[in-house]
């Protein structure tokens, strides 16, 4: 059985100290000892078992003397043998030979691991051993059998219990253990503090039929737990339950990095990957390396701080990466000159110049974590890498650098197949060679073609693009045959055509809203027809092109492109833009319970208020793409003030945020209760909110408590939905990279951004203008269930901000609210708090989502997190040549949402309600209190700080 047996025995001496003896040994810190004597003649050997106390070898003198003594075998690994000679007490003229195995420590550069199934500290942490003491208390309690003596292979384990069963047990216990593998992680993040062990110390927890104890019971001094211990376990264990949930995928995280690397499976070096795409100190890396590291990575522990990782003037042996704790950077003569912390890097430069260490690394916390890069890995990388990318020049300057992947091995394990991803190039090299090498060919794990199309407008936009694809389509062969030469030409017009198809299915109403590509359409189409009537083979390229712009080619003379038809210019008032939905159109087919909402496009014009310092206002009226310079200067041609304006929201806080001239879409940036305000640059100090922007005095209780929960939650979704069906994939990277940067406007995104903010503020300002302590826990209750229900309908959005409203400290100080809601609603805010955990860049909720089905509304901010983390972390160019290893990055967070709409929304609605319209009316017109300040005095008032 696996684990059960030690396959690296450890020699015992035998009597007569000619030959060793096999013995099992301890995996724990293990002390072999003997006694003889001269009265006994010969040894007597002290037969040990796992779970017997140490014993001693006494040698006599004159023995020693006589016997050649062999050195035993190497210990197993992950274990240093150590011996000493010392006088036994009970005969001086006998001497104690100890042989200890003992876990590997490290040595003063960190180049030793420890062994994986060790824990990571020597003492258990206050709160795990905590939650060990109150599991175990449980499991006695509930399932006594579960912890007994066990017999395998003529041996007995004492208090012992089995992997697969503890792993069922978990899952019985609660219903927010998902899965055996969040079991699994829950018990590896005992193991790792030693509550949990082993019984021989060789494993990490697995879902196997291995043996494991609790502490107390390895120790021997597990008691049995009285009535009163048993009471108090039974209620803490639900918490207990959810503080390991938390913390049970940095755990696995762990538990995987302590493998060995020649042990990791393909699952593990893809969970690796997925950590080190979040590590920033990782993120100017390309994909093939990243995944070269997740292979070599080996984890790094310390307890204590002070510990010198290593010295100035050391030999360069390790590249760190601190995953938890922080260090200080020293240089002799100058002291610390600098705090690195969780995500930052350290010891490459020693390595890629093969030069001593510049400084010394002190740690500055206990218990720091680091992943380390050895020299040998490191080095071997840098070679693959180089020898795997392929450079093409052109007037001796590279235009285009392609990565070497390999992506199929043979039978006999060699390589076979090899793909080339694009790392960096010109614009137009890049473009050449995706006609030629990627546009014919359909692979779904190449996704160069999308990568290009989704993020051409930040290397390539449409004025260049556009006259680029005409230039391709009317390129000729230099050189071959005629047939040769009609062939490429042929060709080349169809790849073409079949990249402007998938153009226009990515860029959707952004292809056929934009006049250079109107313009480009046109002129291709006409070229399409006149191509026709010479190469009859492209006839099914002008039809399929044809059904996308819905036009004919019945007749013989030339048709251009039927263009959209033109809306009529909305008008949207600001106050409308941010709160309320156009009545007209259907979602769902029921014309009772929503209507589909409108894109907001850069035509769209829009009424608003521009406030002066003496809160006099003009109202105006322009389209969104309007830049701050012309809004600033009509409302001062209105308003009849002076010159040298600025443009400036005045936030309900007071804050003043000067708005750039050439900002676009500057209402829909606005805060919650923000308002715009115009004055001379040197008087924006004067500028002061508006009585109305500090929002309601008094709750909605009355009228939300008499609403369906479920309804509410329904409503809010297809709200949620609504917006996040408006928003294009382009918003997002003009809103990374900078929409005045492009003079595009991201009202549709910021729209669905201040819904996050809105209902966050909502779920606050209820609870802070409640007046009444029953009222409040009635008031909480709901809100806890809304969030269930929101995750029911896989609104991650609106769940968290339900969430974080009520873990805003306004909310999470009413102390007496929160004693009295039931158990029942605690626990189920606890679980809906593990999946907030932001720890490991969001892993819990990440790991969750990557199991829902579409369609999906994702958390939003996150999403945009992760857009800016790759932006900021990456250079856009580089030898003037387009870093597309950044837009592979870009255009993989762009397909998140891609993925999350890529079905209808189709969940079935709760049953009707008589006031369905006044619940709809009442989620698209919260009004809050945004200012934090102020939700903290009504707190404050609610429930006074305690003495």
Known sequence: MEGMINSNPVPVYTSNMSSFQEQDSYDSPTLIRREMSEDQGSAQLGRLSRDSPASSVDIMPRQLSQTSLKPPPLPPRGRRLTTTISPTPNSPSAYRVAIYLS?????????????????????????????????????????????????????????????????????????FVHSRNQAVGMWQALLEEGVVTHVCHEHQFKDKYLFYRFREDDLGIGTVPNNNEKKECEDELQDTLVTLAQISPDAMMRMILRKPPTERTVDDLEIIYEELLHIKALSHLSTMVKRELASVLKFESHQKAGTVLFNQGDEGKSWYIILRGSVNVVIYGKGVVCTLHEGDDFGKLALVNDAPRAASIVLREDNCHFLRVDKDDFNRILRDVEANTVRLKEHGQDVLVLEKILTDRGQDGLPTHYKYSVMAGTPEKMLEHLLEAHIDKFNESDTFVEDF?????????????????????????????????????????????????????????????????????????????????????LKEELSAFEKVFNTSANNSELETPKRPLQRKKSITGLTDMMRRLPKEGSICNDSVRGAKRKTIKPTDE???????????????????????????????????????????????????VVIKDNEVGVTSTLSLNGRLFIASREHLDALTPLPEQEGPTQGTSMVFELMSTKE????????????????????????????????????????????????????????????????????????????????????????????????????????QTWEKLPSKFKRMF?????????????????????????????????????????????????????????????????????????????????????????VRAYVRNLSVVDNQRTLTQYSHKLEPRRS
């Not at 499991?139 to 006594?144: A, G, M, N, V, Y």
């Open 606 to 656: 829009n009424i608003f208020k521009v406030y002066c310092a003496d809160h006099t206002y003009t109202t105006l009226r322009l389209p969104m793409d309007t830049k701050a310079s012309v809004i600033a200067h009509h409302a001062a041609e209105k308003l009849c003030i002076g010159s040298d304006l600025a443009l400036c929201e005045v936030k309900s806080t007071g804050e003043r």
């Open 453 to 537: 199309l989704l993020t051409h407008v930040v290397f390539m936009p449409s004025n260049q693009l556009a006259p680029a694809l005409l230039s391709h389509y009317h390129a000729e062969a230099s050189q071959g045959t005629e047939q040769e030469m009609a062939d490429y030409l042929q060709n080349n017009k169809r790849r073409v055509i079949h990249l402007v198809l998938q153009w226009i299915t990515i860029a959707g109403d952004a292809f056929k809203e934009d006049p250079t590509i109107a313009t480009f359409s046109e002129n291709l189409y006409r070229n399409m027809l006149e191509d026709c009537r010479t190469h009859e083979s």
């Open 830 to 918: 606890a679980e809906f708090e593990t999946t907030l955990d932001p720890s490991r860049n969001h892993r819990v909720y990440r790991l969750e989502v990557a199991k829902m089905q579409p369609p999906i509304i994702p958390f939003m901010p996150l999403l945009m997190k992760d857009m800016t983390f790759t932006h900021e972390g990456n250079k856009t160019y580089f030898d003037g040549l387009v870093n597309f290893e950044k837009m592979h990055m870009i255009a993989s967070t762009i397909r998140t949402i891609k993925y999350c709409r890529s079905e209808p929304f189709s969940v079935e609605p709760p049953p009707a309600v008589k006031n369905v319209q006044e």
């Open 103 to 175: 876990p590997k420590s490290h040595n003063d550069n960190g180049m030793d691991s420890q062994h994986p199934a060790l824990p990571l500290i020597d003492t258990p942490s206050e709160r795990l051993a905590r939650a060990g003491y109150v599991i175990r208390t449980v499991i006695l309690t509930r399932s006594p059998h579960m912890i007994r003596d066990r017999k395998y292979h003529l041996r007995t384990y004492r208090r012992c219990l089995v992997g697969t069963e503890m792993v069922d047990w978990l899952m019985q216990q609660s219903s």
């Open 712 to 815: 509410v939650a329904y409503q809010m979704t297809l709200y949620d939905w609504e917006l996040l069906n408006c928003v294009h994939e382009y918003e997002l990277i003009y809103h990374t990279f900078g929409r005045h940067k492009f003079g595009k406007i991201t009202c549709n995104l910021e729209m669905l951004l201040r819904r996050f903010n809105e209902v966050q503020f909502w779920v606050v300002t209820e609870m802070c203008l409640t007046n009444t302590l029953g009222k409040r826990v009635q008031l909480l209750r709901k809100f806890i269930k809304i969030a269930a229900y929101c995750k029911e309908y896989k609104n991650m959005n609106c769940f968290f901000a339900i969430v974080m409203g009520l873990s805003n400290i306004a909310v999470s100080r009413l102390s």
